[in-house]
């Protein structure tokens, strides 16, 4: 029997069985070592590719309606920064788009360093899962070492446990020039006295493990990756008990990304470096502090761990972040952000056209005590400069109420009750996005006298002496504060208003915004909280009832956001430039006057919530955007 046109299919079929019964690469948490400080990952870049796709931003970025804006952009990135990236490293960008297939992880691992200056630094690594596509990754590879070496890199091949890598020097000169042209400039600075510390020499290691690139910084940083995939016993991240803990409680359920910080590590690193030294040639008025004294006093020395994780479901997709501190060990900072459990709700004073809201339930009279062991466990001068300026405001205070005291009358009346609410901006002009209506209001045990401190210690500041008198407005006084500084182009001086109403003290620029507030009690307005669907979003962020919840009309927040671009591109060239701050390089790629009108792509947004609170094991907050009605 004639076999030969059997073997082309018994070929395929063996291949097809070696790929088939090809171990599959573990996840990052066994992969890397145990002492890993910070992670990033994508545990399948494929699924991360397919909910990106079908997501609002990816429908509203590829809308007919974007088409101009769209173009321009990406022919500009193409021409300004693919083009010549690609001519540096003689690849094809487009070869390396599609390589990720499993996993995506980037890494930093203590690698032996312990905070010191010697040549210790921690590990930086990069694992990239081809799976299918590991003939693509092995030409990449091979196209890369031959630019590299065609430029003269020295490279030469290192073994880790049988699997070869590529190692290459770098210098800071190496970043290739369509890099480096959009990166932030710095000026070296140096200080007196001080030679400028000498330029460590760096390099990149590659290699690959069936499916798996390993890119680090160092042979020691990738030889644990390469352990583990070759059965080696050393303990891996998901050795680590705080690891171990966070994966159950918050990174469990095939997230499309988390992220994962090892702040006990971290900072007891950074407690052990010794502080700055007095340098005679060049001193200081100002005390330099050590980190481990800031890091106690702070108490983020008391914080295990921080991870995010994000999700994508047909309901919309949520965020959830988690600060690992246990209540028995939590102080300073971390008890001032840790709210009480207590209602969140927007109150029905709250109107239904507010475009932001929040409510932060933490008690201010304890924030403001743990605030001052703070500032006194990092420098009790700064703690007697702070007391100082009390006194002095008592002080001037006093000439006029001799029973002014700012401790009592102010601080001692901050309740536990938080509030902040915007409105949309009046107008389209630039002047109106930036100034749309607000309130501030903090809850309070006797809003009256807290409100008459404020309007004390103001009168100390500059043009005070022509402040108007308060204002009686629905039974209750609306005091003005001019702000130093505060003039306007039209000649009007910008002024801050408070007054005191409902057991909270009221604070805006904008007169409009405490005028409503006041009226509210007369129960003409639509609150808030009977917005359509925002009941539904709430229960995705473990309701409004943990101390802290917010709420954002993401529809009409773009619509400001849209009206403040259009105004900042080339057709207004006085108006502030929001993306000024941006590399050159980048900014000059967003022509905003190309953008729609805005209700052409309003139906990609809809709202946001988040709730967030603290339990004995740590500090949560979730962020929840439901998908918007009109793309279901």
């Not at 890397?32 to 609002?56: E, G, H, I, Q, Y």
């Not at 008198?469 to 505060?486: A, Q, V």
């Not at 709420?551 to 900042?568: G, H, I, P």
């Not at 967030?612 to 439901?626: H, M, R």
Request: net charge neutral; charged share 15%; proline share 8%.
């Amino acid at each position: 029997m004639n076999t030969r046109f059997l073997r082309p299919l018994f070929a395929a079929a063996l291949l097809t069985f070696s790929f088939s019964t090809r171990a599959a690469i573990p996840p990052a948490e066994n992969l890397l070592p145990a002492d890993t400080l910070f992670l990033v990952s994508a545990p399948d870049f494929t699924a991360v590719r397919t909910a990106a796709k079908t997501s609002p931003g990816w429908l509203f970025w590829n809308d007919p309606a974007m088409k101009p804006f769209h173009d321009k952009f990406m022919s500009k990135w193409s021409e300004q920064f693919v083009a010549p990236l690609e001519r540096d490293l003689g690849v094809k960008i487009s070869d390396f788009a599609g390589l990720p297939q499993g996993q995506l992880t980037f890494a930093v691992t203590q690698n032996g360093w312990n905070g010191s200056d010697d040549d210790s630094q921690p590990g930086l690594i990069l694992l990239l899962d081809a799976k299918e596509n590991l003939g693509l990754l092995q030409t990449n590879i091979a196209a890369l070492q031959k630019k590299w070496t065609a430029d003269g890199k020295s490279i030469h091949t290192e073994t880790v446990r049988g699997v070869p890598f590529s190692v290459i020097p770098l210098a800071s000169n190496d970043v290739p020039a369509s890099i480096s042209g959009l990166l932030p400039k710095h000026q070296p600075v140096q200080e007196l006295g001080k030679e400028p510390a000498p330029e460590k020499p760096g390099q990149i290691v590659i290699g690959q493990y069936q499916s798996l690139l390993i890119v680090g910084n160092s042979l020691k940083a990738v030889e644990p990756v390469v352990a583990h995939l070759s059965g080696g016993a050393s303990p891996a991240l998901s050795d680590s008990a705080i690891f171990a803990a966070d994966k159950m409680s918050q990174l469990r359920d095939a997230p499309l990304y988390f992220g994962w910080f090892n702040a006990r590590t971290f900072f007891s690193i950074l407690a052990g470096m010794p502080g700055p030294q007095p340098n005679p040639e060049a001193p200081t008025l100002m005390p330099r502090f050590s980190p481990g004294v800031v890091l106690t006093a702070s108490g983020l020395a008391g914080l295990k761990s921080a991870s995010f994780s994000y999700r994508e479901t047909h309901d919309g997709s949520q965020l959830n972040v988690f600060l690992s501190a246990p209540e028995s060990g939590r102080q300073g900072v971390l008890n001032i952000v840790a709210a009480a459990t207590k209602d969140a709700n927007p109150p029905a004073f709250v109107p239904a056209d507010a475009v932001k809201f929040s409510r932060w339930r933490f008690d201010g009279q304890k924030s403001w005590a743990e605030l001052l062991k703070i500032i006194a466990g990092i420098s009790p001068q700064y703690l007697g400069y702070l007391n100082s300026a009390i006194d002095m405001a008592n002080a001037g205070a006093q000439q006029k109420d001799p029973s002014f005291d700012l401790r009592k009358n102010l601080i001692a009346n901050l309740g536990d009750d938080f509030i902040n609410y915007q409105k949309a901006p009046v107008g389209k002009s630039v002047d109106d996005v930036n100034n749309a209506p607000s309130l501030f209001l903090i809850g309070s045990p006797n809003a009256d006298q807290a409100v008459l401190a404020i309007k004390t210690v103001a009168a100390m500041l500059p043009g005070q002496q022509n402040a108007p008198e308060p204002r009686d407005f629905h039974g209750r006084k609306i005091y003005t504060i001019p702000l130093p500084g505060g003039a306007q182009p039209d000649g009007t001086t910008r002024s801050l208003y408070c007054a005191a109403s409902s057991g909270y003290v009221a604070l805006t620029t904008d007169v409009s915004a405490i005028e409503e507030f006041l009226r509210s009690s007369d129960g003409k307005i639509k609150p808030l909280s009977e917005t359509a669907g925002l009941a539904d979003a709430a229960q995705f962020v473990g309701g409004a009832g943990n101390g802290i919840f917010g709420y954002q009309n993401q529809r009409e927040t773009m619509r400001a956001a849209f009206t403040l671009l259009k105004n900042s591109s080339g057709n207004a060239p006085t108006a502030p430039n929001p993306l000024a701050s941006l590399p050159k390089g980048i900014s000059d790629w967003m022509d905003f006057s190309l953008l729609p009108d805005y209700d052409q792509v309003a139906k990609y947004f809809y709202m946001s919530v988040y709730g967030g609170g603290a339990n004995s094991d740590g500090i949560s907050l979730k962020v929840f955007a439901p998908r918007p009605p009109q793309l279901n």
